[in-house]
């Protein structure tokens, strides 16, 4: 499977709550331009999932829009900020697809990126980020990094 786990881009300081920040016009452009970059690489996504909150929903969006992706958008609270890492992986394992865009949040993004490669210099992962990994299953030290794209 292909994983694609995606930071949201650079977002508003404040907001009514942390879950309604929106992105700022550069982290709107980043996230086009990191896509953009990677775009042949992304033609075979399979699904698109999004935390719910606004601005990792608003990067997975402008993916959607630079790639063309006609499927759907599925929201997930296991990519939330916060999030427990074992049911992230859990229902990553349940999918049956085999390329999938992931856009959330950091630390979980960093948390789940360092343990599948059983590797903690990617703890920390910036905004608009996307880090492409290979696996036969979301399991700590099981994957390969293909690459990764910075704005």
Same mark, same amino acid.
């Given at each position: 499977?292909? %994983?694609? $786990?995606?930071?949201?881009?650079?977002?508003?300081?404040? &907001?009514?709550?942390?879950?309604?920040?929106?992105?700022?016009?550069? *982290?709107?452009?980043?996230?086009?331009? @990191?896509?953009?970059?990677?775009?042949?690489? %992304?033609?075979?996504?399979?699904?698109?999932?999004?935390? !719910?909150?606004?601005?990792?929903?608003?990067?997975?969006? /402008?993916?959607?829009? +630079?790639? *063309?992706?006609?499927? +759907?958008?599925?929201?997930?609270?296991?990519? +939330? !900020?916060?999030?427990?890492?074992?049911?992230? $992986?859990? $229902?990553?394992?349940?999918? +049956?697809?085999?390329? /999938?865009?992931?856009?959330?949040?950091? !630390?979980?993004?960093?948390?789940? @990126?360092?343990?599948?490669?059983?590797?903690?210099?990617?703890?920390?992962? *910036?905004?608009?980020?996307?880090? &492409?990994?290979?696996?036969?299953?979301?399991?700590?030290?099981?994957?390969?990094?293909?690459? /990764?794209?910075? !704005?």
């Amino acid at each position: 499977m292909k %994983l694609y $786990f995606m930071r949201h881009g650079k977002a508003e300081r404040h &907001a009514q709550s942390d879950a309604d920040r929106a992105l700022t016009e550069r *982290g709107r452009r980043n996230v086009a331009s @990191v896509i953009g970059n990677r775009r042949k690489a %992304l033609q075979t996504l399979d699904l698109v999932i999004s935390s !719910p909150y606004l601005r990792a929903r608003q990067t997975a969006q /402008i993916a959607m829009r +630079e790639l *063309g992706y006609r499927g +759907e958008l599925l929201l997930c609270a296991d990519l +939330e !900020p916060g999030a427990n890492l074992r049911d992230l $992986f859990q $229902f990553i394992n349940q999918l +049956e697809q085999e390329a /999938i865009l992931l856009t959330t949040h950091q !630390p979980l993004i960093g948390e789940a @990126v360092s343990t599948l490669l059983d590797d903690d210099a990617y703890s920390t992962i *910036g905004t608009s980020w996307l880090v &492409a990994l290979e696996c036969d299953a979301a399991v700590a030290g099981c994957a390969n990094l293909s690459w /990764i794209e910075e !704005p």
